[in-house]
Each structure stands twice: as structure tokens, then as C-alpha cells.
């Protein structure tokens, strides 16, 4: 599975920003959104289920919202109230199974879109 990312840009704090996440093809992973800042590890975002269970990082609870369109597996991250701490490159991932699972890496990664918050 090939996954396309797009949506990145700058903005300011409090602004909202939409990621979308296009593979190459329908499937019945769990699609996420994974983010590494500069000087920082890759971390975990947010993730959905073809069955449309979601789950969250606490950093991002209550201000992102990840959605999927399950005719052609695109999903979206809605990003909200955005934060200087959310600069970061953001990463669309696919990981096989019907459940995210923390324990693994997801199988399949798209490029990064650059998200930059200003205050």
C-alpha cells in the first residue's frame, strides 16, 4: 500500500489545519497519524479502524479528530486549536490488523507533510 499525504502548512496557534491520507488502493487497515519534531522520536498520533474505533495520543484529546472514508480508505486529521507544540512533520501509516495495536510499528508509511504552528 502506497499512502499520500497532504494538508501541511503554517499557521497560527489557535488555527485549524486538515491532513488527508490517500493510498494507493481500498483496504481494511487501521490507518493512522503519526509526528516527529525536530530533535524528537516519531510519536503516535492518532489511529481509526475500518470498524471506525479511534484512538487518540493525550496530547491531541479533545483537539484532533481522525475520520476515514471507508469506500477508499482516505483518511483525515482534523486538527484544531493548534499548538506551537504541534510543529511537526506528520506521518500517514497503515498498520494491518482490525485494531491499532501500540505494540508494533504500522507496515506501510507515506512521506511526512511539514505542520508548523507560530505563536
Known amino acids: 500500500v502506497q499512502l499520500q499525504a497532504s494538508g501541511g502548512g503554517s499557521v497560527q496557534t489557535g488555527d485549524s489545519l486538515r491532513l488527508s491520507c490517500v493510498p494507493s488502493g481500498y483496504n481494511t487497515y487501521v490507518m493512522g497519524w503519526f509526528r516527529q519534531a525536530p530533535g524528537k522520536e516519531r510519536e503516535f498520533v492518532a489511529a481509526i479502524s475500518f470498524r471506525g474505533n479511534r484512538n487518540y495520543a493525550d496530547s491531541v484529546k479533545g483537539r484532533f479528530t481522525i475520520s476515514r472514508v471507508n469506500s477508499d480508505s482516505t483518511t483525515y486529521l482534523q486538527m484544531d486549536a493548534l499548538k506551537p507544540e504541534d510543529t511537526a512533520v506528520y506521518y500517514c501509516?497503515?498498520?494491518?490488523?482490525?485494531?491499532?495495536?501500540?505494540?508494533?510499528?504500522?507496515?506501510?508509511w507515506g512521506q511526512g507533510t511539514q505542520v508548523t504552528v507560530s505563536s
Open positions: 501509516a497503515a498498520q494491518r490488523g482490525w485494531y491499532y495495536s501500540s505494540d508494533r510499528l504500522p507496515d506501510f
